[in-house]
T-cell receptor, first 111, second 115 residues
Framework: GQQVMQIPQYQHVQEGEDFTTYCNSSTTLSNIQWYKQRPGGHPVFLIQLVKSGEVKKQKRLTFQFGEAKKNSSLHITATQTTDVGTYFCAGPDNQGGKLIFGQGTELSVKP | NAGVTQTPKFRVLKTGQSMTLLCAQDMNHEYMYWYRQDPGMGLRLIHYSVGEGTTAKGEVPDGYNVSRLKKQNFLLGLESAAPSQTSVYFC??????????????FGEGSRLTVL
């Protein structure tokens, strides 16, 4: 079946270092969404990418959608302790009725 | 605005007991979802609903039932709880059909332990 894979599973960085998580789908996606979940919290929507090759920025966060619309990445510049949490990508299934989540990348930031 | 509210937030069950998780949203969203979250496995869809009176199976529906009698409520039931159902359960709602333009709004989660 359709799968959304995310790497790495864990990432430990020193505060101020950059961080990137990668998302790959087994099928072409109509769009991709990114969510952040703080420890003990619930997922919160960050952004949606729709166009092939699209790049969007939110302050220190840069989101990219691949040209083939099968992969995406989230890059955080100069991480801060407030960036701690798990980042999920999610894409719609082939029928478009359900959102399939990647396994998530857990980011820890050492002050 | 409360958004998406889940009750209860914590529950401990014995194997074989039944229970119902309630999800309520006040955003007039058509679509509602139940996910479970287990370490290292992301969020897996249990059941979902595209409108009042409709439900559909997700990735891991076995052992669960759902009902959407009112647009604002989505109930998740466990008829005979098993230890494998120990998890954190998240309800979510969306104003559009997921896969097109709808972001998910999540509740705060319900932590269920089955002994």
């Amino acid at each position: 079946g359709q799968q959304v894979m995310q790497i790495p599973q864990y990432q430990h960085v020193q505060e101020g270092e950059d961080f990137t998580t990668y998302c790959n789908s087994s099928t072409t996606l109509s769009n991709i969404q990114w969510y952040k979940q703080r420890p003990g919290g619930h997922p919160v929507f960050l952004i949606q990418l729709v166009k092939s090759g699209e790049v969007k920025k939110q302050k220190r966060l840069t989101f990219q959608f691949g040209e083939a619309k099968k992969n995406s990445s989230l890059h955080i510049t100069a991480t801060q302790t407030t960036d701690v949490g798990t980042y999920f990508c999610a894409g719609p299934d082939n029928q478009g009725g359900k959102l399939i989540f990647g396994q998530g990348t857990e980011l820890s930031v050492k002050p | 605005n409360a958004g998406v509210t889940q009750t209860p937030k914590f529950r401990v069950l014995k194997t074989g007991q039944s229970m119902t998780l309630l999800c309520a949203q006040d955003m007039n969203h058509e679509y509602m979802y139940w996910y479970r979250q287990d370490p290292g496995m992301g969020l897996r869809l249990i059941h979902y609903s595209v409108g009042e009176g409709t439900t559909a199976k997700g990735e891991v529906p076995d052992g669960y039932n759902v009902s959407r009698l009112k647009k604002q409520n989505f109930l998740l039931g466990l008829e005979s709880a098993a230890p494998s159902q120990t998890s954190v359960y998240f309800c979510a709602s969306s104003p559009f059909r997921t896969g097109y333009s709808g972001e998910l709004f999540f509740g705060e989660g319900s932590r269920l332990t089955v002994l």
